[in-house]
């Protein structure tokens, strides 16, 4: 039972550069999070998808995109990464109320130089 | 007003003794309330969670809430080096919106 899993853990890219984080979980929850932690900032929302086939902005959603490809897959695009991206982020799944608290992944740690 | 609210820290204890961490926040009607343990370098780990009726104890963890002055704490006796990392406290509120305070750094000294 592996939970959440993000890939990949570490990618460095260049202004301007585009990737694709990709997120799955097999803990059959319908909510899924991406979130960026940046020092003194704490965890800040990016996107979420309540349940599959939806998706909706966060709290810092700009420069980037999503899709719930799946139930168990929610992935994070960056079209032309920008060095205010550079962060570490995590993918989060929850039951539909979030009630019983997030699981998150281990992590994917951008810099974008 | 952030939704939630933590002091930074550091916290420093020494080993055996209780650790005490709170958060608070804002929307009175918030129903569930999380702490969650982040080591350096690895991504945040559940560790409790209590609804708005009632305290909850795990092994050396006790959580709290006070409704009435908003806030919820962390209780963790018989500190441990283990326990060293920084402590995040979230919160559901009423709009089912989940918010993370910044977290409090927390370090057992041996």
């Known amino acids: 039972n592996a939970g959440v899993t993000q890939t990949p853990k570490f990618q460095v890219l260049k202004t301007g550069q585009s990737m694709t984080l990709q997120c799955a979980q097999d803990?059959?929850?319908?909510?899924m999070y991406w979130y960026r932690q940046d020092p003194g900032m704490g965890l800040r929302l990016i996107y979420y998808?309540?349940?599959?086939?939806?998706?909706d902005k966060g709290e810092v959603p700009n420069g980037y995109n999503v899709s719930r490809l799946n139930k168990r897959e929610f992935s994070l695009r960056l079209e032309s990464a920008a060095p205010s991206q550079t962060s570490v982020y995590f993918c989060?799944?929850?039951?539909?109320?979030?009630?019983?608290?997030?699981?998150f992944g281990s992590g994917t740690r951008l810099t974008v130089v | 007003q952030k939704e939630v609210e933590q002091n930074s820290g550091p916290l420093s204890v020494p080993e055996g003794a209780i650790a005490s961490l709170n958060c608070t926040y804002s929307?009175?009607?918030?129903?569930?309330f999380f702490w969650y343990r982040q080591y350096s370098g690895k991504s945040p780990e559940l560790i409790m969670f209590?609804?708005?009726?009632g305290d909850k104890e795990d092994g050396r963890f006790t959580a709290q809430l006070n409704k009435a002055s908003q806030y919820v704490s962390l209780l963790i006796r018989d500190s441990q080096p283990s326990d060293s990392a920084t402590y995040l406290c979230?919160?559901?509120?009423?709009?089912?919106?989940?918010?993370f305070g910044t977290g409090t750094s927390l370090t057992v000294i041996p």
């Open positions: 989060a799944s929850s039951h539909q109320t979030g009630r019983n608290g997030y699981t």
């Open positions: 803990m059959n929850h319908n909510s």
């Open positions: 998808s309540a349940s599959e086939g939806t998706t």
């Open positions: 929307d009175r009607g918030s129903q569930s």
């Open positions: 209590i609804y708005s009726n």
């Open positions: 979230a919160v559901l509120n009423t709009g089912n919106q989940f918010y």
